[in-house]
T-cell receptor, first 112, second 113 residues
Framework: GQQLNQSPQSMFIQEGEDVSMNCTSS?????WLWYKQDPGEGPVLLIA?????ELTSNGRLTAQFGITRKDSFLNISASIPSDVGIYFC????????????FGTGTRLKVLA | DAGVIQSPRHEVTEMGQEVTLRCKPI?????LFWYRQTMMRGLELLIY????????DSGMPEDRFSAKMPNASFSTLKIQPSEPRDSAVYFC???????????FGPGTRLTVL
């Protein structure tokens, strides 16, 4: 199935560092969602974005809906060990269907 | 409020056996989605129900796969007969309104030997 490109694919960082990841597409989206998936669990919704340029925070997490509507960014500030997991973006096309296309995921590992 | 509930959490079966996965969506949600997650293909939408009616089953890989939603609080995904390539994690998700954020269950890890 179709997937969005996420980068980086994986990253190791030191505890306390800030983390940035992004999701890009050749298509325009009208909604972006960011999920985190812990091992053996389902994806948990972190942030939802609905408008181009929108910047939304959830604790140490901040996500932005790209101005071009073809990308989105997620930042994690002052990372902690429990931030480890896989982060997925999901985009909903402008055509307004119920279908969300999911990113390939960014695997984050935090070194204490 | 309880989230999406799935059972079983793990299922190991032999090729050719029938497998039934179960899902209870979040109360009040009227849209339900079944996904399959594999390393190779990521998260794939299998089927989508709105108000208990299947709207899009284009993601169902083969006729061996079927899904039902007899009422607003219960859905099943059945594989008959199962094959080793069906091994994956199957997620159920629900939302209030088809276009809104989807909330995922913990998944069922299926292994077909």
């Amino acid at each position: 199935g179709q997937q969005l490109n996420q980068s980086p694919q994986s990253m190791f960082i030191q505890e306390g560092e800030d983390v940035s990841m992004n999701c890009t597409s050749s298509s325009i989206f009208n909604t972006w969602l960011w999920y985190k998936q812990d091992p053996g669990e389902g994806p948990v919704l972190l942030i939802a974005l609905y408008k181009a340029g929108e910047l939304t925070s959830n604790g140490r997490l901040t996500a932005q809906f790209g101005i071009t509507r073809k990308d989105s960014f997620l930042n994690i500030s002052a990372s902690i060990p429990s931030d480890v997991g896989i982060y997925f973006c999901a985009g909903q096309r402008t055509s307004g269907t119920y279908k969300y296309i999911f990113g390939t995921g960014t695997r984050l590992k935090v070194l204490a | 409020d309880a989230g999406v509930i799935q059972s079983p959490r793990h299922e190991v079966t032999e090729m050719g056996q029938e497998v039934t996965l179960r899902c209870k969506p979040i109360s009040g949600h009227n849209s339900l989605f079944w996904y399959r997650q594999t390393m190779m293909r990521g998260l794939e939408l299998l089927i989508y129900f709105n108000n208990n009616v299947p709207i899009d089953d284009s993601g169902m890989p083969e006729d061996r796969f079927s899904a039902k939603m007899p009422n607003a609080s219960f859905s099943t995904l059945k594989i008959q007969p199962s094959e080793p390539r069906d091994s994956a994690v199957y997620f159920c998700a629900s939302s209030f309104g088809a276009n809104n954020e989807q909330f995922f269950g913990p998944g069922t890890r299926l292994t077909v030997l």
